[in-house]
T-cell receptor
């Protein structure tokens, strides 16, 4: 069945460090791919998305590129801030139309 | 503020109690969802409602009972829960449930943190 695998956390970085959170997926066809972010005490909110191969989603300095050949959608940011501390979820639109999420990766950014 | 409101924010209940979680969306959406968020596990979809009709039930135990009286309100009735049911319960909504090719996003509430003693 459709599934999402993302790197185990927590990830701890210093401010201005480079961030990569790996995400790979298993699915039939070419599903839409998403990154959601959950700030402390809040629900999830969409960070960025991509709907077809080679699409690049971007928002708030974060980027992710839909790689069909490696079935990946890694999240990157060139310079993280303390305010980026949150849990990040990779997700895909499954064959039944519902969103399928990964386990989440907790990011902590230290000043 | 996402337009999806959940109450209560925190709930502690015993295994013999009966309680209900409430979700309300002010976005005019037609689809609503219950998700369970447990530590170190993927977000689990529990129930989907489309135009007030339940369209999906992912093998959820009967001790969880959803109710969707209208397209703006969603409840999750809880009874005789187990300690392993302790988790964050998230409500979400979208304009429609979507198809495999849609890129429509979900709007989430802040969740109810449930502890079962």
């Amino acid at each position: 069945g459709d599934s999402v695998t993302q790197m185990e956390g927590p990830v701890t970085l210093s401010e201005e460090a480079f961030l990569t959170i790996n995400c790979t997926y298993t699915a039939t066809g070419y599903p839409s791919l998403f990154w959601y972010v959950q700030y402390p005490g809040e629900g999830l909110q969409l960070l960025l998305k991509a709907t077809k191969a080679d699409d690049k989603g971007s928002n708030k300095g974060f980027e992710a590129t839909y790689r069909k050949e490696t079935t990946s959608f890694h999240l990157e940011k060139g310079s993280v801030q303390v305010s980026d501390s949150a849990v990040y979820f990779c997700a895909l639109r499954g064959s039944q139309g519902n969103l399928i999420f990964g386990k989440g990766t907790k990011l902590s950014v230290k000043p | 503020e996402t337009g999806v409101t959940q109450t209560p924010r925190h709930l502690v209940m015993g295994m013999t109690n009966k309680k209900s979680l409430k979700c309300e969306q002010h976005l005019g959406h037609n689809a609503m969802y219950w998700y369970k968020q447990s530590a170190k596990k993927p977000l689990e979809l529990m129930f989907v409602y489309n135009f007030k009709e339940q369209t999906e039930n992912n093998s959820v135990p009967s001790r969880f009972s959803p109710e969707c009286p209208n397209s703006s309100h969603l409840f999750l009735h809880l009874h005789t829960l187990q300690p392993e049911d302790s988790a964050l319960y998230l409500c979400a909504s979208s304009q429609d449930p979507g198809t495999p090719s849609t890129n429509e996003k979900l709007f989430f509430g802040s969740g109810t943190q449930l502890s079962v003693l």
